[in-house]
């Protein structure tokens, strides 16, 4: 039972703008170290919610239930299977050449190129979109129920 001086708060969620920073210093970061030491700090940093950029800035991502910081295999769904799932038809195009046979330009593998950039790009566009709307929660933060907060005035 909670008590009446017990005071349950809600966490105070990320700005878009400082999520779009945190996510342009991961770019940085993994440009700089061409991907290896952004892969490795984000290996440690998963296990706390965080990626490198999100650690730099002070935000964290929760569980959108229990407001507990996302777990390491939480965290693997979040930044790489659900990105990678956005992106899978970006390969199809690939599959097809093979499958007929065709290793270099056809107009069926064209054509499905054409259409999986409009389905990926439809995908990171929401994802974006999502992120300026109430409650500043992208599309894979839905997919992985989290949240993102700010802890930098916690």
């Not at 001086?5 to 993994?30: C, K, M, N, Y």
């Not at 566009?125 to 129920?145: C, E, P, Q, S």
Request: glycine share 8%.
């Amino acid at each position: 039972m909670i008590s009446q001086d017990t005071v349950i708060t809600e966490p105070r969620l990320a700005t878009p703008q400082h999520r779009i920073a945190a996510a342009l210093v991961d770019l940085g970061f993994s440009f700089v170290t061409l991907g290896i030491g952004a892969f490795v700090w984000s290996m440690v940093v998963w296990a706390q919610g965080q990626t490198p950029g999100k650690k730099l800035l002070k935000i964290r991502v929760l569980d959108a239930n229990t407001h507990m910081p996302a777990n390491w295999l939480r965290m693997f769904i979040r930044q790489g299977l659900i990105p990678a799932a956005f992106n899978i038809f970006w390969y199809l195009p690939t599959i097809i050449n093979r499958a007929t046979g065709s290793y270099g330009f056809s107009t069926l593998g064209a054509i499905c190129l054409v259409i999986c950039f409009l389905i990926s790009a439809g995908f990171w566009i929401t994802d974006f979109v999502w992120l300026l709307m109430k409650g500043h929660r992208r599309l894979v933060d839905y997919l992985a129920n989290t949240i993102v907060v700010n802890e930098a005035t916690n």
